[in-house]
């Protein structure tokens, strides 16, 4: 994906004007535009309050050229960002740079449109979560110190939003009952076809910038599909407001990653707070929408059985009594990459990383994680089954991991 820099210019009888005018097609290419909630919608939900805004955009021509490409310049030109660079070809230019620390702060600051190879259109199962996955954009301008994607993506952690969408929803019909993780299986054979739509990104933290989120709850909420089916979705961010009023047909599970307080202060920068996460839980809740909390990734830290306790009140008092709600858990846990990555990324960081408090977990294929040790795992889930159970005694538990 590292091209020559000189594919950043302009392509040639472009210039500014030129770029002005593929944007204004944009605009124009932008029929749909979002459905606004009501303004009883509004009264009872505070604007968001994060928002993300990159300095830097990069467009490959393939992706310019797409309808959803389209679209997502549009709403970048709505946004008022600057520094949108249309490139020449479908190359991405080098983004790595003399001081790593200052690369990694401009890549976090990057978003690239771009059009993914075709291999990216063959979706591959993500247990525990859902039969497939089904991405909108790899990489996330949040700032979670414990990052899942550390070691998991390869470049500068730049966000890149794929603009082929049109294609990939045309292509799921094919993928209906052919999944194992949750359709056809006894426990979660309900749920139907699984797609997962933050595996590799948090969807709603661009949504304002793509509204690639909303177009797939419309897609899964009208289409007619061979079976059931379900979109699912996790985020750290509370921007729902432009979701409420989409016909999602209850065919799509909002869930929002929460933490127990002092995690979510120390190690989740450039999220929304947990509060203003519950507050967005409500309401989509109230819009009807099947929701979900991930409760990730748990830690023993000082106090935690209170806080852990205050967050699955929280959770109970956004929820309306008797509505269709899921909890995952996820205990923390790290690779060797993945701790090299983030004590590059945040070499001040508290994160517990220590390999002697750890188990080492092998894969199939020789894979390497660190947990929690037998006992810690042990006390956690001894804890948190029944208080699940107990404060939120009409919610689903998926799974514990």
């Known amino acids: 994906m590292q091209g020559d820099p000189e594919h950043t210019r302009p392509a040639a009888g472009r210039g500014m004007g030129g770029t002005r005018r593929v944007l204004h097609q944009a605009m124009t290419a932008l029929l749909t535009p979002p459905v606004a909630p009501s303004p009883a919608d509004l ?12 300095k830097r955009v990069l467009v490959t021509r393939s992706a310019a050229e797409r309808p959803h490409g389209q679209r997502v310049l549009a709403r970048l030109e ?8 249309l490139l020449r070809g479908d190359r991405l230019p080098s983004l790595r740079g003399d001081d790593d620390r200052a690369a990694f ?10 059009v993914p190879p075709p291999s990216k259109r063959r979706l591959q199962p993500i247990p525990p979560s859902a039969d497939f996955r089904l991405d909108l954009a790899e990489g996330c301008p949040a700032h979670c110190q414990y990052c899942y994607l550390a070691g998991s993506l390869g470049g500068p952690p730049i966000t890149r939003v794929w603009a082929d969408l049109d294609e990939v929803l045309d292509g799921l019909d094919g993928y209906v009952g052919r999944g194992t993780i949750t359709s056809g299986t006894l426990e979660r054979g309900g749920e139907g076809t699984t797609f997962e739509a933050s595996c590799y990104t948090d969807p709603l933290a661009i949504e304002h910038l793509t509204g690639g989120l909303a177009r797939m709850v419309e897609h899964f909420g009208t289409h007619e599909w ?9 985020t750290k961010f509370d921007d729902v407001a ?12 909002l869930r929002f990653s929460v933490n127990a307080s002092s995690v979510d202060r120390r190690f989740e920068g450039a ?12 309401a989509v809740a109230a819009a009807g929408y099947p929701v979900g909390v991930t409760i990730a990734p748990i830690m023993p830290v000082e106090g935690w059985q209170e806080q852990y306790a205050e967050l699955l009140d929280g959770i109970a008092a956004a929820v309306p009594a008797g509505h269709d709600l899921t909890v995952e858990c996820i205990t923390h846990r790290f690779t060797p990459g993945s701790k090299e990555t983030l ?15 750890r188990t080492t977990k092998r894969g199939k294929f020789g894979s390497v994680k660190h947990v929690y040790r037998k006992e810690t795992m042990a006390e956690l889930r ?7 159970a107990e404060r939120l005694p009409e919610a689903r538990l998926l799974y514990w991991t």
């Open 242 to 253: 432009g979701l409420l009023a989409l016909p999602h047909g209850g065919r799509t599970r």
């Open 226 to 234: 061979a079976g059931p089916v379900q979109l699912r979705a996790t």
């Open 343 to 357: 004590l590059d990324w945040y070499p001040r960081t508290r994160l517990e990383m220590d390999e002697s408090r």
């Open 382 to 388: 001894g804890w948190f089954e029944p208080e699940v």
């Open 271 to 282: 999220t929304a707070k947990v509060p203003a996460r519950l507050r967005a839980l409500s």
């Open 105 to 114: 702060m401009a890549a976090k600051d990057t978003m690239a449109l771009v």
């Open 43 to 54: 009264t009872v939900l505070p604007a968001p309050s994060r928002l993300w805004t990159p």
């Open 78 to 85: 709505a946004a008022g960002v600057d520094g949108i660079e």
